[in-house]
């Protein structure tokens, strides 16, 4: 039996997780379709807990606000408090969240990341028997994404057109440095720093290392933002030979892929969407800076069958998050209609995370095999002839039914 108090996950000097057999994990329900996807999702991890561990292990739930609920019960989006829980149990998971377009509060995912310092955005992209895909070939999509999630363009570090900001930093730029920029332009700012890029792919190697991956590639626009994405490019190939120089070899020196060792290279941005859906087997781990990152998952989700079936997880040294990739879908919010299975699957990532393997094994295959049962909601549903279509709730129900 567990204790009978639950237990904070904590993380030792040497960074490894320390999870005690009944662990507490705050979660987020999320706006929109949030609390139908959150309840599916918990009801099969909580199912794989104790298929795989009987009476052993346990997860206590703790919810914390984010979003619209936290916004109408405090008045403020992401409360303090909900940065420090997470900050203090070290792994949560959550829901999707509105982001407004053109007004109203910045991103409470991107504030989340930055003020936690979740720096690698990591989602693992893979095709599951069965589901619907506009590619020929959708079974050689094996990849996994490291995409850098604190700087950037998403340093929300912008200024609105005609505005006293936005005219002073024209002006500085015209004075000081020569630059001619129409008057009455939007500005914004694209930091992009050594010590990000070099920790978000040396995580990306590492991972590549632990999991017997052959070739991590660095995605860039390198060669018209030579001094942005281009340093991304250069400082990932230092941190390459400096931290794991005996462990990787580089197709820029004539390497090519070899047993026990990591291929780097790297690849500009937009010749990579020509890649990924031309040769996709040719790739394991990608690292990019923000922006390449966020467009490239969603792009490659697309080609397994949408966000829907996307996972992800928000990382740093001290604490992580996990996530649904796909927004909140207002429209069929409280309808008991749309797909759990991201947030499913990102629960899968949190059970490996945890070093729960057993379990996660368990809900993975479960998914698999409701998928090739043609159980599936309304999104799959439509695309798959012959297919049973199951409200939300009833997917999670076909999952369960299908763990063990």
Request: charged share 25%; net charge negative; aromatic share 6%.
């Amino acid at each position: 039996m567990p204790d009978n108090d639950p237990q904070k996950i904590t993380v030792d000097r040497q960074g490894d997780l320390r999870v005690p057999d009944n662990c507490i994990v705050p979660f987020i329900e999320g706006d929109g379709i949030g609390p139908d996807v959150w309840t599916a999702a918990r009801d099969v991890l909580d199912a794989a807990v104790a298929s795989a561990y009987g009476n052993q292990r346990k997860i206590a739930w703790v919810e914390i606000l984010a979003g619209e609920k936290a916004y109408r019960e405090t008045g403020d989006p992401l409360p303090e408090e909900t940065l420090q829980t997470i900050s203090k149990h070290v792994v949560a998971i959550k829901g999707p969240l509105t982001t407004p377009v053109g007004k109203g509060i910045r991103s409470v995912n991107v504030a989340l990341r930055q003020k936690l310092d979740l720096y690698a955005c990591v989602r693992p992209i893979r095709y599951i028997e069965g589901v619907p895909s506009p590619m020929k070939y959708p079974e050689r999509v094996n990849m996994v994404v490291f995409r850098e999630n604190t700087e950037d363009v998403y340093a929300g570090i912008e200024w609105d057109a005609q505005s006293r900001e936005a005219e002073a930093v024209i002006g500085f730029l015209q004075d000081n440095m020569g630059v001619t920029i129409a008057k009455g332009s939007a500005i914004g700012v694209k930091p992009m720093s050594r010590r990000a890029s070099q920790r978000l792919v040396s995580r990306a190697i590492q991972y590549a290392l632990d999991h017997g991956l052959p070739s991590v590639t660095l995605v860039h626009k390198g060669n018209i933002m030579k001094y942005t994405e281009g340093a991304f490019m250069a400082w990932g190939y230092e941190v390459a030979r400096e931290m794991f120089g005996e462990h990787v070899v580089f197709e820029s020196d004539g390497g090519v892929e070899q047993e026990s060792k990591v291929l780097i290279k790297d690849r500009i941005a937009d010749m990579m969407f020509q890649q990924v859906l031309l040769r996709p087997e040719a790739y394991d781990v990608i690292a990019a800076p923000n922006l390449n990152g966020d467009y490239l998952s969603d792009a490659l989700a697309a080609q397994v069958g949408g966000l829907g079936m996307a996972p992800g997880a928000n990382i740093g040294d001290d604490c992580a998050v996990f996530e649904a990739t796909h927004g909140t879908a207002p429209k069929y919010a409280g309808k008991d209609k749309a797909n759990p299975i991201s947030l499913i699957l990102s629960g899968v990532m949190m059970l490996e995370h945890m070093g729960w393997g057993e379990a996660a094994s368990s809900v993975e295959r479960a998914v698999q095999k409701s998928i090739a049962n043609a159980l599936v909601t309304y999104d799959l549903a439509r695309q798959m002839p012959n297919s049973r279509e199951l409200k939300c709730s009833e997917f999670a129900q076909a999952v369960l039914d299908r763990l063990g």
